[in-house]
């Protein structure tokens, strides 16, 4: 599995790769969100981000928002960050970020959760398996982990496709937050049950007209029915 490091500070991305490599992963560097986009377009594209926030130039945040919007690209995102507000980590969450590591953080967290979120991206965690699952005008394709709304693609950051795929292979059951959150993020201890807003906003968002799909029934949680 390939990772991709982007981080301003040298001295952290030698410890990064230093560690991943030792524990088997292919790893690649960059020092400004620039370098990576160059990356990118000409088709390196890795298996995981390890995405620091405050880089010179283009903002970590928005490198993620371009990788997801202009490219298309729904390869995991985990953000390395000093900041730890409510607010910080609901606009990584709101960029397409699948997880959120606040520095300074030891490595042994790091490796738990780049394991972990490689393992849920090959894998998936909802539906079963070959299954094509269809909601309304919504059909995933738990293979080929494709989304399509009417025939067109629609492109969900990883954590968004789970929390669409739970909703629609469980028509009409309602999820609380807390649900969501014990079944999808079973590894990030101290996520918030706002985080889970912010994506379903942004799965809403990308539905278009469809976005009435899923339903908020107030004091309970989502649905689809």
């Known amino acids: 599995m390939k990772i991709l490091i982007v981080d301003d500070e040298a001295d952290i991305r030698e410890i990064l790769a230093f560690n991943l490599k030792a524990a088997g992963y292919e790893v690649f560097e960059a020092g400004t969100a620039e370098a990576a986009l160059v990356g990118v377009r000409q088709g390196r594209v890795p298996d995981l981000f390890l995405l620091d926030v405050m880089l010179p130039g283009m903002s970590g945040f928005k490198l993620a928002d371009v990788l997801r919007k202009e490219f298309k690209n729904s390869t995991p995102i985990i953000f390395l960050t000093a900041r730890n507000a409510e607010n910080d980590m609901l606009t990584g969450f709101s960029a397409g970020g699948d997880d959120y590591i606040s520095k300074p953080f030891s490595m042994y967290e790091v490796l738990a959760r780049v394991k972990a979120v490689l393992r849920r991206s090959s894998q998936g965690s909802a539906g079963q398996s070959g299954e094509l699952v269809q909601a309304g005008p ?18 969900l950051s990883k954590k968004e496709y789970d929390i669409l795929l739970m909703l629609a292979s469980n ?20 996520v918030l049950e706002r985080t889970v807003d912010v994506h379903i906003a942004r799965i809403r968002s990308k539905l278009g007209e469809f976005h009435d799909l899923i339903v908020n029934r107030a004091g309970f949680g989502y649905s689809i029915q």
Request: charged share 25%; net charge positive; glycine share 6%.
């Open 138 to 155: 919504v059909s995933i394709d738990t293979v080929a982990k494709k989304v399509t709304v009417n025939s067109v693609p629609l492109v």
């Open 171 to 190: 028509r009409g059951r309602t999820f609380s937050r807390s649900e969501i959150i014990g079944a999808l993020w079973k590894e990030a201890p101290c």
